[in-house]
T-cell receptor, first 112, second 110 residues
Framework: GQQLNQSPQSMFIQEGEDVSMNCTSS?????WLWYKQDPGEGPVLLIALYKAGELTSNGRLTAQFGITRKDSFLNISASIPSDVGIYFCAGPPRDSNYQLIWGAGTKLIIKP | DGGITQSPKYLFRKEGQNVTLSCEQNLNHDAMYWYRQDPGQGLRLIYY???????QKGDIAEGYSVSREKKESFPLTVTSAQKNPTAFYLC?????????FGAGTRLSVL
C-alpha cells in the first residue's frame, strides 16, 4: 500500500536556526498536508498543498509540493521555542477520499 | 466555537474493564475517525465512519468498538480484549480531505 517516509525522525536545533524536513512516497499524491502536534494535544493543520510545484507559506513556515508529486518539503525559518513539537506529513490515498496516510513524524527539539 | 471535543482528558482502566472515550463535533462533518498514538510513534487508524449508522475498521481495530448513532458523536470503547490499551487516543473529523482533531484522551492501565 501507499506509505509516506518522513525524515529526519528528530532534530535538535538552536533557536534562530532554519529547519528543513521532508516526506517522500513511492507513489503519487494529489494533496500534501503538513500538521504540527504540540505535546499532549491533537495535530493542527499548518499548510495544505494541492498542486505539483506549489510553494505555500504560513508565517515562518514554507511548504512545497514536489514536481514529481511523490514528495513534499517543510521549512521553518528562524526557529523559536514554540516550534517544538512533532511535525507530520499526510495525504489521501488514491482509492479513498476519506482517509489519510500519515508519515511517522519529525520531532523538533530546541537545544538548551 | 466550532470544534471537536474529546473527554475525558485522562482515563484509567482497570484490568478486565471496558472504558468509553467520548468524541463530539459541531462542525457538521460527515466523516469521523479514531486514531491511536504510542510514544514516539505516528498515528494509527482504529475505526472510521463516513455516515451515521455506518463505520469501518481501520488498521488496528481489534479490541476496540465504536458506534455512530448521531452525526455529532463517535464514541470509542476500549474493551477488555485490548491487552495493551495504554496510549494517546485522538478523534478527528474531516472536510475536503483535511482532518481536524480533538485534544486527545490519554488512557493508562491501573
Amino acid at each position: 500500500g501507499q506509505q509516506l517516509n518522513q525524515s529526519p525522525q528528530s532534530m535538535f536545533i538552536q533557536e534562530g536556526e532554519d529547519v528543513s524536513m521532508n516526506c517522500t512516497s513511492s507513489s503519487i499524491f494529489n494533496t500534501w498536508l503538513w500538521y504540527k502536534q504540540d505535546p499532549g494535544e491533537g495535530p493542527v493543520l499548518l499548510i495544505a498543498l494541492y498542486k505539483a510545484g506549489e510553494l505555500t507559506s504560513n508565517g515562518r513556515l514554507t511548504a512545497q509540493f514536489g514536481i514529481t508529486r511523490k514528495d513534499s518539503f517543510l521549512n521553518i525559518s528562524a526557529s523559536i521555542p514554540s516550534d517544538v513539537g512533532i511535525y507530520f506529513c499526510a495525504g489521501p490515498p488514491r482509492d479513498s477520499n476519506y482517509q489519510l496516510i500519515w508519515g511517522a513524524g519529525t520531532k523538533l527539539i530546541i537545544k538548551p | 466555537d466550532g470544534g471537536i471535543t474529546q473527554s475525558p482528558k485522562y482515563l484509567f482502566r482497570k484490568e478486565g474493564q471496558n472504558v468509553t472515550l467520548s468524541c463530539e463535533q459541531n462542525l457538521n462533518h460527515d466523516a469521523m475517525y479514531w486514531y491511536r498514538q504510542d510514544p514516539g510513534q505516528g498515528l494509527r487508524l482504529i475505526y472510521y465512519s463516513q455516515i451515521v449508522n455506518d463505520f469501518q475498521k481501520g488498521d488496528i481495530a481489534e479490541g476496540y468498538s465504536v458506534s455512530r448513532e448521531k452525526k455529532e458523536s463517535f464514541p470509542l470503547t476500549v474493551t477488555s480484549a485490548q491487552k495493551n490499551p495504554t496510549a494517546f487516543y485522538l478523534c478527528a473529523s474531516t472536510s475536503f480531505n483535511i482532518q481536524y482533531f480533538g485534544a486527545g484522551t490519554r488512557l493508562s492501565v491501573l
